[in-house]
């Protein structure tokens, strides 16, 4: 089992920026390519971004590409979300998540946080 608990969501203007922290634990955070997620209301849990489990590899979503960057530290057993000029359609509860697989699939993907609300103001 590996559990999951994000932070950092919140309320911020369009242009600013947010972090996002997922903080794992349980089985060996290393072993597994951690994700992020998204769903707005009304709508499909969406990818974001997803970052191999040795950290050397990312992948986008290209409505996010050049503005949030992924990382990890395996040290900590986080991963992280930098999110910067956000935009009101970024608006939405977004979820980490691990897999042993290099997926963008949700269905693909083990365990799953609760979740942290972002909303950006227009």
């Known amino acids: 089992q590996v559990q999951l608990v994000e932070s950092g969501g919140g309320l911020v203007q369009a242009g600013g920026s947010l972090r996002l922290s997922c903080a794992a634990s349980?089985?060996?955070?290393?072993?597994?390519?951690m994700g992020w997620f998204r769903q707005a209301p009304g709508k499909e849990r969406e990818f974001v971004a997803v970052i191999r489990w040795s950290g050397d590899s990312t992948n986008y979503a290209d409505s996010v590409k050049g503005r949030f960057t992924i990382s990890r530290d395996d040290a900590k057993n986080t991963v992280y979300l930098q999110m910067n000029s956000l935009k009101p359609e970024d608006t939405a509860v977004y979820y980490c998540a691990a897999t042993t697989r290099w997926v963008t699939l949700p269905q693909w993907y083990d365990y799953w946080g609760q979740g942290t609300q972002v909303t950006v103001s227009s």
């Open positions: 349980g089985r060996t955070f290393s072993n597994y390519a």
